[in-house]
């Protein structure tokens, strides 16, 4: 996603456009929740909590429609998404604790308010006594990752693709980067610096492997199911109690798509300890013991509904993520950073070089890495 921001609004507004989702009772704080690139993100609390049904809390989002170009089908894909899901926990409880955001309404009927400016608003219910994680550092956080990962899929996997819009076109389709990586490159004046010719030579080579993902589709041997679209460890949040996930949460990107996208880039999330964001990147390794608790954790659920080509197909998925990260990072670079906010003219290269050299070790583990694919048979 593009890590875009937008005015944030005062407390006194921020006030009245939440009493628009309130029928009674009062606000007793509002504040930011989360650290979230994409929209803005307060937490309600509520005074006079009993008359309330999502009592003492809510979330208040102003949707970025600089990102979410299309927020009306946003919002339809929400309900539907979270509706079909909680109406499968009604009719079949998990033997675990297992929520799912809803989508609250305004006075008038509603699942949005727009200000006469042009800024979406919505509310969503808030899941309490959960905290999210930036960094996996243990197996079993690894393990309950892949099992969040795993459950989501496994809840919306009857919901037919088809009743939701694509908000994002384009988005994880590896092909198309590369389209606009060419165009840009064909315009571009590279510096001749190690790092630059790194990257160029990297891309070059693996150009002809990239669509793999996309051919396979396209050939009938994955088939199009729902995607959550930005699976990233943050997104999964933990029962404080129990330490094990209990949503996952963020779910604007959900469209169309192939499960693979969703696997390989909660793995490129999850399994690179240093983060997206370290300047180490010659120090980048991808760590095949957190790779491994992921998928026994996502197979433990989606056992049930995965094919013998969906495993065929893992292993690309694991490695085309974080090449197609870093081909994005790097098409920006060239462009001159206008779609990821940057903080210093080589943050987008960097970022670039992390990805590929966590592509490169993913690269170099292969045979481990097939082999844990093969054990989830």
């Given amino acids: 996603m593009a890590l875009a921001s937008h005015t944030s609004a005062s407390v006194d507004a921020l006030r009245s456009i939440a009493r628009r ?15 979230g690139n994409i929209n803005n993100t307060y937490l ?15 979330v208040l989002q102003q949707l970025n429609t600089a990102v979410f170009q299309q927020p009306a089908a946003v919002m339809g894909n929400l309900r539907r998404v979270s509706e079909h899901v909680h109406q499968r926990l009604v009719h079949s409880p998990p033997s675990r604790r297992w929520e799912v955001p809803r989508v609250l309404h305004t006075k008038s009927g509603q699942d949005h308010w727009l200000e006469p400016g042009g800024n ?34 496994a809840l919306v996997n009857d919901l037919p693709p088809q009743h939701l819009a694509d908000t994002l076109p384009g988005f994880h389709i590896t092909p198309r980067y590369l389209d606009q990586y060419s165009a840009v490159l064909a315009h571009a004046s590279p510096a001749d610096a190690p790092e630059v010719r790194y990257c160029l030579d990297f891309i070059r080579d693996r150009t002809p492997w990239a ?46 798509g192939l499960v693979h996208y969703d696997i390989g880039d909660c793995i490129r999330s999850g399994c690179n300890p240093l983060g997206e964001e370290t300047a180490q990147w010659e120090q980048v390794q991808f760590q095949t013991d957190l790779c491994k608790s992921v998928l026994q954790g996502y197979s433990s659920i989606a056992k049930d509904f995965l094919t013998p080509p969906d495993y065929t197909y893992l292993y690309d998925a694991i490695r085309l993520l ?27 290269l960097i970022r670039s070089l992390v990805q590929f050299k966590l592509t490169a070790s993913i690269e170099a583990q292969a045979a481990a890495i097939k082999a844990i694919i093969q054990e989830l048979q």
Avoid at 44 to 58: G, I, K, S, T, Y
Avoid at 129 to 139: N, Q, V
Avoid at 322 to 348: C, M, Q, S, V
Wanted: charge should be negative; aromatic fraction near 12%.
């Fill in 211 to 256: 669509g793999v993902l996309e051919r396979a589709k396209q050939a009938g041997h994955l088939p199009l199911r729902l995607m959550h679209g930005d699976p990233k460890v943050n997104n999964v949040l933990f029962d404080i109690a129990t330490h094990q996930a209990i949503s996952l949460i963020d779910l604007d990107t959900i469209k169309p």
């Fill in 44 to 58: 309600v609390a509520l005074d006079d909590a009993n008359h309330q049904p999502w009592a003492p809390h809510f």
């Fill in 21 to 35: 989702f309130m029928r009674q009772g009062s606000i007793r704080q509002i504040h930011p929740l989360g650290n």
């Fill in 120 to 153: 979406f608003w919505r509310a969503l219910s808030f899941i309490p006594d959960a905290i999210t994680l930036e960094t996996l550092e243990t197996e079993s956080q690894a393990w309950e990752v892949g099992y969040g990962l795993g459950m989501f899929h």
């Fill in 322 to 348: 974080p090449f197609e990260l870093g081909l994005r990072f790097f098409t920006d670079y060239l462009a001159g950073d206008i779609y990821f906010k940057t903080r210093h003219p080589e943050h987008n």
